[in-house]
C-alpha cells in the first residue's frame, strides 16, 4: 500500500493526517448551496406506497378515470341548476334561441289556401287551425291537423302541405252525397259507400237522391246503391228502399207497393221482378206485395181490389181494406184470409 | 420438519395461485443492488411449433413486462442489516417495477444469497413390500432419510430429491412403477439461517407482498448462466456478488452443493476506497470503468484522474495509474477465488466429470478475471452471462442479473423438493381422519 500513494512523503509512524487546506487560495464552499437539497430519499413512503399500489387496481383506475370526472360534471351541474334563478335564466335563453330560429321567415306560415271545399267545409277548416295565421310551421302539426280535418263527415281526403311561399294548402275531397237515410233520428246524406256527409231537416232540399230507410241501412248502403242502379226501369215509381232487420231490403214503390227481397241475391231478385215486371206487367197490377226472400216460392200479395174482385166472381161477400167482410155479407167473410197462394203463377214466365 | 413442509406448501400454493393471476413478480436482494422483474404467464400455446420456438423448459409461456433496479440498502453480505432501510428499498423497486408494468403485483418470489448456507447430502432407504414402487413409496423414502442435526436456527432452503436408485440401478430421475425390493433416495437440502429467512420474509411482509416461494440466490444465478449441457454434465456456478460469492455446482440437472463465501465486490471497493483515500462511490466508479486484474506494462502508463469532491483541490486533483489499482484489487479477487477454490474442494469438485467453472454476477464483469480464475481454479472457466428470456430490457442482461434471471426461470419450471410430495401417511398424527383417507387411498 505504501508504494501505491504518491502522496507518501510523510512520517510513516505518523500515520497520514488530514490534507490541509489553503484556506484563502479559494472561496470557501458555498454551504447554503448544499443545504437547501439535501439528498432527498428515493424511496416512497409507506403511505405512498400504498396508494400507488391501490391506484394500480384495475376498478379504481376505472373509477378515477370514467367516474370521477362524470361525478365531477354531475355535481357541477347539479349546483349549478339547483339555483332557481339560473334554471330560469338557461330555460329562457334556451327558448328564446328556439323561438328566434322557429320564427326566422323562412319557417313562417303567412296565409290558408284552401281547395275543393265547400263554403261550409272551407269555415270548419279554418276554425281547426289551432293557431293564429301568420304562425311559425313549428306550430302547426300537420299531422295531426291532417287526423283532426279527417274527423270531418264531408270530408273524404284531406291534403295538407306547406308549400315554399309560407302558404298552408288544403287540397280537399269532399264527399259526395249519394243517397238519403233516413233513421229514427232523422235525415241524413250518406255518400256512396254509406258514410254521413251531413244532415238535412227534410227530404226536400235533395230531391234528385233516392232514400233508404231503416236501422242500419248506412252500413249496406252499396248495396241500395246497386240495387237502385239496377231498379231502372221502375225508378220513376221508386220511392225508396228500406233495411229490414238490418238484414235485407224491400223496395218500396210510390203506391204502396213492397217487394221484398232476399238477403243474399237481392240484385238478382230484383232483375227477375223487373223482369216479371217488363213480361207481364206486374207492378201496373193490384199487387200489393212481392215476396222474394224464398228464392224458390215467391209469393204474391194481391190488392184489395183484387181479392173482391175475384170474390165477386166466386159469389163471395167483399171485403174491406181491414180484411173484415163489408156489412152487407158479414157471415160469409168471417173465415176468410185476405191472402192468396198463388205459387204457379211467376213460374208460367 | 412438519412446519416447514407446511409453510413451503402454502408458499408453493401462494406461487400457484399468482400463476393463475398470471402476474409475478421475482425480487433479487442483493447486497449492492435490487431488481424485481414482474412475469407475465401468459400459459403455453403462446408459440406455435412452427415458430421455431420449442418448449424451452418452460420460459417460453412468461416473458417480463416490467424491471426496475435500484441500489440496496440496509443490506450487508446478502442479509438483511437494517430492517427499515431494506424495505424502504424494495418498495422502491417494486413500486418502479409495477409503474413500468403498469401492473398491480401483489405475489413475490424472493431469493437471498447470503445467510450462511450450508449443503447437506441425504440418504434414505426402504424396502418395497409390493415389488415395485408405488406412488406413495416416493414419499415414504423421502420421509425415510436420515435427517442430521442442521444445528440451532436453520431453515431449510431446499431439498430436492437428486437421485433415485431402485435395487442397483441408480441414476433414476424418476422411480415411480419400477420393479424392484428396495428404494434408495439421495437428497440435497440446503439450510439457511432462520433468523436472515425471517427477517426477509418480514420486510416482504411489511410491503404487502404475499410470499410465494423463497429460493438460494447461488442456485438461481447456475440456473440462469449454466446452459443445459453444463448443468447436465456437471459444471459449478461462481455467483461473483458485492456482498458474497455463490457457489452452486450441478450435475444431472441437480443442484448437488451450494455455497457462499462473505466476501465480495464491495470488499474490493473498500480496498480501493482505503488504499486511496477517496470516497466509496468514487472507488466503485474506478473499479468498474478502470479495474482489472491482470497488470500489463502499458498499465503503469495509464494514469487515472482520482477526482473527488472533498473540496480540496490538491486531493481531488491526484492520480494514479491503473497498475496501482490493479495492485489493490488483484490480491482481494485472488482471496475470493481462493475461498471459492477451498469450497469447491469441501464439495468434491475436483472427481466431478466435467469441471466446467462459470462466473457470474456483477463481479465476473472484471477485465481479466477468466485467466485469474483459470489460473485457480481450472482449465475450464468461461464467464457466463444469464439466459436471455422474452421481454427482458436490454440493460437487464448482464452478469448480474443472474440470479434475478433464474429466480425467474425457477418460477416458470420449479424444480420438484420434498414439499411437492405428498406426506407419507404415517407422518400425519395417529388419529387424523386425513391419515384414514390416504391409507384408503393406497390400500384400495
Known sequence: ?349 | MKDLYQGQRAMRNMRRQAMQRGVIAVLDIGTSKIACLVLQFDGPGQFRETDGVGPMAGQSNFRVIGMAHTRSRGMRFGEIQTMAETERAIRTVIQSAQKAANVRVDHVIACISGARPASYGLAGEIGLDAGKVAENDVSRVLAACEVPDFGRGREVLHAQPVNFAVDGKSGLSDPRDHTGDKLAVDMHVLTIDGDAAGNLVHCIRRCDMELAGVASASYASGLAALVEDEQELGAACIDLGSGTTGVSVFIKKHMIFADAVRFGGDLITQDIAKGLRISYAQAERLKTLHGGVEATGRDDHEMIDLGGDTGDWETDRRQVSRADLIGIMRPRVEEILENVAGILEAAGFDFMPSRQVVLTGGGSQIPGLDTLAARMLGHNVRIGRPLRIQGLPHNATAPGFSSAIGLALLTAHPQDEWWDFEMPAEAYPARSIRRAYRWFKNNW
Request: cysteine-free; glycine content about 8%.
Open chain 1, 1 to 349: 500500500m505504501q508504494g501505491l500513494n504518491p502522496f507518501g512523503h510523510r512520517d510513516a509512524d505518523q500515520g497520514r493526517p488530514a490534507p490541509v487546506r489553503h484556506v484563502p487560495s479559494r472561496p470557501a464552499p458555498q454551504v447554503g448551496a448544499a443545504k437547501a437539497t439535501p439528498r432527498r430519499d428515493p424511496a416512497p413512503s409507506r403511505l405512498a406506497y400504498r396508494l400507488n399500489r391501490m391506484m394500480l387496481r384495475p376498478l379504481m383506475r376505472r373509477l378515477i378515470r370514467v367516474g370521477l370526472p362524470a361525478f365531477l360534471i354531475a355535481m357541477v351541474g347539479g349546483i349549478w341548476l339547483s339555483d332557481e334563478t339560473r334554471r330560469a335564466n338557461l330555460y329562457s335563453g334556451v327558448d328564446g334561441v328556439v323561438d328566434k330560429v322557429q320564427h326566422r321567415d323562412a319557417f313562417m306560415v303567412q296565409s290558408m289556401r284552401i281547395e275543393g271545399a265547400s263554403e261550409v267545409v272551407d269555415k270548419a277548416l279554418r276554425a281547426m287551425l289551432p293557431v293564429e295565421l301568420p304562425a311559425s310551421s313549428f306550430d302547426i302539426d300537420l299531422a295531426k291537423l291532417r287526423e283532426k280535418v279527417r274527423m270531418l263527415d264531408a270530408v273524404e281526403a284531406v291534403d295538407l302541405r306547406i308549400t315554399p311561399g309560407g302558404v298552408l294548402t288544403a287540397v280537399v275531397t269532399e264527399r259526395v252525397p249519394a243517397v238519403l237515410w233516413r233513421h229514427a233520428r232523422g235525415l241524413e246524406l250518406l255518400d256512396k259507400t254509406g258514410h254521413r256527409v251531413a244532415s238535412v231537416t227534410a227530404r226536400d232540399v235533395r230531391k234528385d237522391l233516392p232514400i233508404i230507410a231503416g236501422e242500419g241501412a248506412d252500413r249496406a248502403a252499396p248495396e241500395a246503391m246497386a240495387l237502385i242502379e239496377a231498379a231502372g226501369p221502375i225508378l220513376p215509381r221508386l220511392r225508396g228502399l228500406e233495411r229490414v232487420g238490418e238484414r235485407r231490403w224491400d223496395l218500396v214503390l210510390d203506391n204502396g207497393q213492397r217487394v221484398k227481397l232476399p238477403e243474399d241475391g237481392a240484385l238478382r231478385a230484383l232483375e227477375r221482378v223487373i223482369a216479371l215486371n217488363k213480361a207481364q206487367d206486374l207492378l201496373s197490377r193490384d199487387v200489393a206485395e212481392i215476396d222474394l226472400r224464398n228464392e224458390f216460392r215467391p209469393v204474391l200479395q194481391i190488392g184489395n181490389e183484387a181479392q173482391n174482385a175475384i170474390r165477386r166472381a166466386r159469389g163471395q161477400a167483399e171485403i174491406g181494406p181491414d180484411g173484415k167482410p163489408l156489412e152487407t155479407n158479414p157471415s160469409v167473410a168471417a173465415g176468410q184470409k185476405n191472402s192468396t197462394k198463388t205459387g204457379t203463377n211467376p213460374k208460367k214466365t
